[in-house]
């Protein structure tokens, strides 16, 4: 049965029901509170996560790591609600988690980590990562991230990964109109930008937390600053979205009906 | 059959983190670290490595579901010396405090005859008093409400600042997310606690993904749940309370987080006592942060005896008084929240502690009822601890009760937190017999220091509410009361707002920023979530007995209208909808009949809550 | 003046796609001369089909390797026929090839990449993209310096391209290095009448967690939820979307839609779709859930609660009214009509 390096790039973005701010400064735009806004893992991020830990899972021997640039105080936090989730072995590197950030950038560092974890083997290593973020929402970074360690081997918007005993990976990729691509791959190494995958979120387990907390502080406090630039914004605003909106209070079902119908059929 | 559980050992656990569990981790893990930052002490559980010491909090995050405060911060600043408040996000010292009386700008508050003839004189001499806007500001501010020298500050960004430090320090783990379920009770001693099932269903019964809540074994249990914690409230259950022990006065504090406007004024450490409005029972608050928002809530107590009662309600009617409106008119709702304050005070003080086990905070009746602070003792009383804690440790003593209480209770009898409970212990007794006796009783109680008081009987809660007929008695008949009841039940929705409506509150004008409907309030600022596979935390424990009521308060109550009128009168709890803040707890109407200190309701440990952190 | 390269693939069918066209109408907008490179098994069909769009040279990548959608071959391809047309700014629609693609070609180029921009213009003499940060909740304006730029243009950000047909001659260009170990095994769809994501929709219906919960009777009825919210997308070939608490009840136990997967998800953490109307039933229009109505233009609801989300600015019109009741009429009332047709 294979064995697998899963490395994880995964960053952190706010929770997602904040309410936020744009507001820009000399180093570009960045969020209102950005800092004190609670962070949560990036969604997808998370599902490449607990895609990893069950591949790992499933075959003994394989380990999981998780990269990820973010500032080193909100990464502390958050690892306090992933850590029980998952195992895995955290790089930290201590950088902006913004999305307006450059995506090409923030691959560097990542690929960079990736490239230094020590006893790293290429011919076992699957890249895992969210095929886009919550935050710059460009759905880039992976792709450049697999081209830094020159795996041409990619995949995007990975709903399942099925190994094969020979180490053949099955891939089920979203495309168009709500079906899947099935692709296979002759083997590590790999990159897979996830969508959501199949896998609910893991529940807390403290064993797993006590384990992974002791290596976690280690790596935050040897994680490095790092820069990462930003694109010439002209502007950053939030979208004018109040309508008008007419409220219908009145009216039976029928009448109701009879004006959706109406609505619908015009052009 | 009993599901096999799992089971992890470790030194010391903790239950909740709060401001309790804050400066015992704060104090305790300065200890457990010797100067060169190696291990001053060795763990028993894993030998050869420091103390495992190990939090577990209910809440998604640790700066989660909790209220912002003014506080002296005597007990805070003797952790950190150097505390610098603009270290903390919304943090500021107090910089001028008033006490203000509202007057009722809208007619349709209960004021009693003696009120209602202050009133009346203060409207008469209005050239000739400082009349502002429909209030009046006290001449001066009793000593004993005094926060000179404070600061005001979201207990939601204090605790991240505490808990960022302390996982930094490496030397205690803080988890979020982790609800614990009850303590192991062994033979009259506590031997750890076991954490919530996941993957269960609403009622509890294994679902998919089923994992039994794990044991975590510790020499040592650190009870900080608070309030209305269930491993407290089981504690007590089970290995009995002191004599004269009580906890019958409560009060749910509600509060918005607001942007201010451009054209507010009002400098950050600015703060506003009210009394007076919108019912005189009703104590409101107003903290002005940096950057310009503000904190605002209110108090409802356990002794407003409206069966109707509800805090978000209340809270925009006090918001839409004219003292307050010309600041906040144009602002927007940024966060809000809600909890339940243990307003007994000292006189809810459980045994501090027992074999292998101590409580602290606020559940451990450390709160000062008469100057209206709890933070600052909850602090104190797990500094307390944790000097004990590394005193027994360094000593090789065990956590007996003996022990404890030789050390931790020793520390804490000794302190301000003792001294100042004891003169508070009974300062709003008063109140039970009415809105000025008790202003006069806590008057009485302060100015001298606690030697006298005003007697009264303190009722359990729920032997103080009157039905709607009664409360609403010659002002809406029966008939019209029983129709709006059959309206409203009709829709799944609480009383308040159609009988407080009728007896001649205007309706909330919504504006979508500041003004919401109680629905949106639960999507902003975080929104109100709850983890799946977590079973119901709120349970009616007999459904007959609900069915009695007929006056369901914990629905009128309930901060986050997570309880509705359900069929054949027992209410349905909504466990995404819940803020967690306890009400429900004491206004049940209902006491068990093998036990009068006990309601119809059972408050459990759960997931889920607001995602607030400027709380 | 950047020289504009705008680059597309074939579809598995030969054809260009309507979001492909867009961006040909896009190119055309700018102003200046720009190239086409073309990708696919056999673009002359294609290319043909827009003789008449302006460009003034046509390259072309071809072969069956180049006929499905990889990684490693729609990279080496696109960064050929990149190279070839040594442009400055390219321009490429959203599609999940080039989403897939175009990045890691970015990197090959030593440029720079934008991606789900949602408009382009001519600002000063230079390009500038507009695109949303944030789950659509922030919108930016932005541009760049270094080339050569790649803007993947999402789909509904111009005209689609209408034009002459005629006979082109295109320019092959050879792709150095197109090695892969990945083989494409096909496609899997769900049946056709289990379809219920349609992109060209005109309009899409969102479910709400409404629809599964306690009615005025103090029950549920997802059967007779599920059998009007599919008699609905039967009867007037809407897109299906939900709310995330809808499709995340699977979670609690409840009793779910068993048509609806995460793939329906509208809102923050699911897809932002484009439809030109948009009917929310049984959802609250929460701020989080409304993000991925971003591009749908002419919006309703139906909600018993009049002061939903929806009710605030969110939705043109809300109907304050049971959906079950209206939905059944709804579809009565369809029914009758196709009939009648």
Redesign the interface.
Known sequence: MPQFQIVVCGSIVP?P???LEPVTGPAGPSLK?E????AVLDPWAGHALYEAANLARNHPGSKVYLVSAAPK?KL??VM??V??KAPFELVAIDASASGFTEAADVAALLAGAIAAIPGLDRSRLLVFGGWESASRGAGVTMQMVGERLGIAEQFLAVDQLTVGEDGTLEVLERIEGGSHQISSCQGAPAVFGWATGNL??P?????V??QN?RAI??A??KAKPASTGVPSFVSVSLPKQQRETRVVKDLTPDEVAREIVAWIGEN | MEPER?Q?D?DIVCVGFGPAAGGFLTTLSRGLAAGDGAPALESIVAPGMPP?V?C?ERS?????GVSGIVTRARGIRATFPDLDPAAI??AAPVREEKVIYLLDPVGASRRSIGLRAIDSLIRSFRFGLPLDHGAIELPYTPEFLRKHGGMVMSIG?FN?WV??QL??S?AV??????PVAQALIEDGKIAGVR?VD??V??DGAP???F?PG?D?RAALTVVADGPVGAVSRQIDAELGVPQGYQRRDWAVGCKFVIDLPESCNLEPGTVFHTLGYPEPEIFGFFYVHPERVASAGIFVPSWFTSPVRTSYRYLQHFLLHPFFWRYVQGGRL?SWGAKSLQESGRRGEPFLAGDGYARIGEGSGSTNVLTGSGVDEAWTTGTQLAEAVLELLREGRSFTRANLESTYVARRRRSWVEKEGRIAEKARDGFQRGFLTGLAGMALSGFTKGIFTMPARVEEPYETIPTPYEYYRGRISDHEIAKIREQCAARCIPLHDALMERAGWPAIE?D?QLLV?H??AL?????V?A???YADHVVFIDPALCKTCGSPVCVEICSAEAITPG?DGVPVFDR?KCVHCGACLWNCTRALPDDSGRTNVEFRAGAGGL????N | MDRILVLLHTDADGVLSKTALEVLSAANALGGEFVVGLCGRDVQAAADSIAGCGASRLLAVSGDTFGESRYATDAAAAEALCRAAGAGLILAPASVRWARALPGVAHRLAGVIDTHVTSISMEDGAPRVGRWYYRQRIEAALTRTKRPWIVVLESGCAPAWQGEAGRVVLESVEVANAATRTRVLGVHSPKANEQTIRPDAALLFVAGAGWTKKQAD?QPHVDVAGELILGFLRNSAASLGSSK?LV?LS???QAVLPFLTHMNQVGQTGSTPRHPKGLATCC?G???HVVGWRFINDRRAVNL?A???WA??KADVVYVADAFAVMARVNEILKTRSAAT
């Not at chain 2, 995602?611 to 400027?614: G, I, K, L, Q, T």
Request: glycine share 18%; with cysteine.
């Open positions: 929770d029901l904040q309410t509170n800092l004190m806004l609670p105080a502390q936090q306090m609600t850590g029980q609910p979120e529940r807390n387990n403290p064993q937390g006590m907390m502080m280690p935050l406090q | 799992q992890m470790v495992q190990i577990y998604d995050d640790v700066g989660f996000p919304m960004q991240q808990g960022s996982m930094a490496g783990q803080v988890w979020p997310g982790t954490l996941q993957g269903e609403k679902g998919p993904g994992l794990m975590i940024r919504y979508g409907s629905q949106d999507l902003m600022g975080g929104k979530q983890p799946p596979g069929p995404e995602h607030s952190v400027e | 103090g608490s995340d979670g609690e136990g609250h929460e701020e989080p609660d002061n939903c989300g605030r600015g």
